[in-house]
């Protein structure tokens, strides 16, 4: 190995707006963004546009399994395809700094290196972790996954499949499956009651549409034969060298795939790694970037829109999308106050719509404590570095007070992930064991490189001078 | 295990999963060939030992990371298949070049 040196560093292009993310919000801030006159930069990591709800939508749309749902998403995606502006799909943001604008990005292992006047993420929602016994079998898997699988290659799980867990994805992921020819078995955790989280948290009547779509996917799973068992508690993957069963209390199913699912939570990491102030949604249970209405953060520069900002669904996204592209507009002095808030009105009423069922979805799928903090002491926690809930309730009681501390323990999220996958975990096991609220105990501080870099890509940036040969 | 519907998906790309030859759907990554080919593991962990696949498909996770194309430690969820893609799993912690 030796050093060589390359070209003279240029100055990066600059932009108005840089936007990371492709997915609905990133795709509608965009289009407004450019509606203003502003010029526009998008990066996305993944290959095409659409995030995750429409990913791959321009393949899977004549998908019989998936073309009714990606069909909303398909004008979207053409009306940002058609846009001037620079759009990097296959980029993945590396380093943000946001005083000075910059995004490092590694693409086809080459570093691109971008300055803007204002940053929007738009970087969407991951699943929340469903650590239960065994939950790191080969086979086990999120639903998520088997529905993007499904999304960018048209594969479904072959043998038997066991969905298990809650939320509104189940029961789409359900309902896609069965159009494919896969006939999952349900076994859904949700404790609360339907009609008494309705009762108690309204919106069944301007959240009607939303509400009419769930119950449509609910009776048609039905009606395929979809055998549902419900309330089920103590769940366990159970296998050896891969999973053959989910054991719950008072029953198990044989299975082949195992396909688990909680919910989903703001994906955080790069707006907790560039310092934003967060807030501990004690609905939604997750951490939150703190924002004005438009989106706007803590920091000058910098906005958050769609389920990075607060869980709410597509529609909900587009719509936060709209409104940080006018106040960025309005920021740059492309758009005065009063036409800022005159276009922002039809956002807004959009916005309420999309969001009117959240409140009765949060509460009747809001996970139980043994999914937030397992109770079993070899219960897996850290996927990456393999610690156990038991090691993380005596780091706890030693003497560790959050996350960071634990990680100083334990290396618990200092493995590839960086704690995106257990950082909610560790807090709530940490919180639970010092008898405190979780947003006393903080979250992990994650750090630049976002994602893992070769030394090769760092010394090629435009900051480095040498690259290894 | 996973299994294609080439009904409808019936543009294929040829990659080779451990040095044998397969086709794959057009628009699968390698974590989505991986699980076409029914690996039993697509890494086996640094800390343990102990056989992964992939959990999110959406580059959180981490668990993954195969060697694509000679470069060992690259989250396969994130990678496009491309015509004749070499796509290994990785065995513990990644070697690093001497």
Known sequence: MSLVPVKAPQAPQKFDLAIVGAGPAGMAAAITARECGLSVLVVDENPAPGGQVFRAAEFAGTDPALARDMAPGLDLIGRFRALDMTYRPGATLWMLDPDTGTLSLSHLNETLEFVADRILLATGAQERPVPIPGWTLPGVMSAGAAQIALKAAGLVPSGRVVLAGQGPLVWLLANQLIRAGVLPVLVETRTQSILRTALEQGGIFSGFPQLAKGIGLILKARQAGMRVISGARHLRAEGSARVQGLRFEGGYEACDTLLLHEGVIPATHISMAIGLDHHWDARQLCWRPRLDVFGASSHARIAVAGDGAVIGGWEAAVATGQLAALDAAFRLGRLAAADRDFRAEASADALLQARALRPFLDALYAPSQEILAPPEESTIICRCEEVTAGSLRWAAAIGATGPNQAKAYLRCGMGPCQGRLCGPTVAAVIAETRSVPVEEVGHFRPRAPYKPITVNELAGSPHGAHRLS | ?98
């Not at chain 2, 080439?6 to 060939?33: C, I, K, W």
């Not at chain 2, 056989?51 to 195969?66: E, I, K, N, S, T």
Request: hydrophobic share 45%; proline share 8%; glycine share 8%.
């Open chain 2, 1 to 98: 295990m996973f299994r294609t519907r080439p009904d409808y998906r019936p543009e294929t790309v040829q990659v080779f999963v451990e040095g044998r030859a397969l086709m794959v759907p057009e628009g699968s990554n390698a974590a989505a060939a991986l699980l076409i080919a029914g690996l039993p593991a697509i890494r086996e962990t640094a800390i343990s030992g102990s056989p992964r696949l992939p959990w999110c498909m959406m580059g959180v996770c981490f668990d993954c990371l195969a060697e694509i194309d000679g470069i060992a430690n690259r989250q396969a969820c994130m990678v496009p298949v491309a015509a004749g893609m070499r796509i290994a799993r990785q065995h513990g912690a990644r070697e690093v070049p001497r």
